[in-house]
């Protein structure tokens, strides 16, 4: 299965190279970590509401969200570039990281804000209705979950196929919708990989150590694998995946 050689190659390739992957992973988490506290006080913010009423007057979050994303988006598709030179069978080179954050700079912060604001709509859809009485409209909040689970299993594509193929955003999200639909096998293993580095790294315990040395590194090169050989499947077939230029 394609995602379980990913992540054993990504995992032996992350314990023989150790320290540059432990500091590759921290100059994406020095980009990423004003979006990680804003995040975190939103979660703190969102708990203590009585009322959805409440949620307008904190209209505050948009820009403040946006403007953290201006540095964690580009660190994240600087990243996934390093790492997919990697998955490309090229040396692991820690100084293409900044190169790479001015490159995608535009993209990564459209990317992560598209990305971003897609989950956030789907959760708030998902507890609003939920908290609605009646059964029907439980059902609906349950169909934003399955969205909600799609939206998580997006992850392993998004910021790969953005730099595998150099595309814009829109164009690799739709691309990354299409590996979904069409790879239902994949989408499910990957699905289970995201679920499993997100209980690695979201608990207080383990976050103070994976977010920071661990949870990047790791998780991109295992897309970066997954997505270089799907594409070159999808090439060799003829099928989808133009290399045409991105469209900033």
Known sequence: MLALRSVRAAAAEFFFDLPRMVLLNLMWFATALP????AFGI???LAGLSSWRELVLNVWIVPAVALT????????AAIYHVTNRLANGELLEIGRFVP?????????WGMAALDAAAGALLVLNVAFYWSLEGVPVKLLSLVFGYLLLIWLAIQGYLFSLLVELDQGVLRAARNSLFLVIDNLGLTLAMTVVNLLLLLVSAPPWSAALALPFLTMSLASNIHNKVIVETVERYRVQGRI???APPSR
């Open 241 to 243: 995946f133009s290399d």
């Open 100 to 108: 790479a954050f001015r490159t995608y700079f535009w993209r990564g």
């Open 43 to 45: 979660a703190q913010l």
């Open 69 to 76: 994303l201006a540095l964690a988006g580009p660190g994240t």
């Open 35 to 38: 979006a990680l506290f804003l």
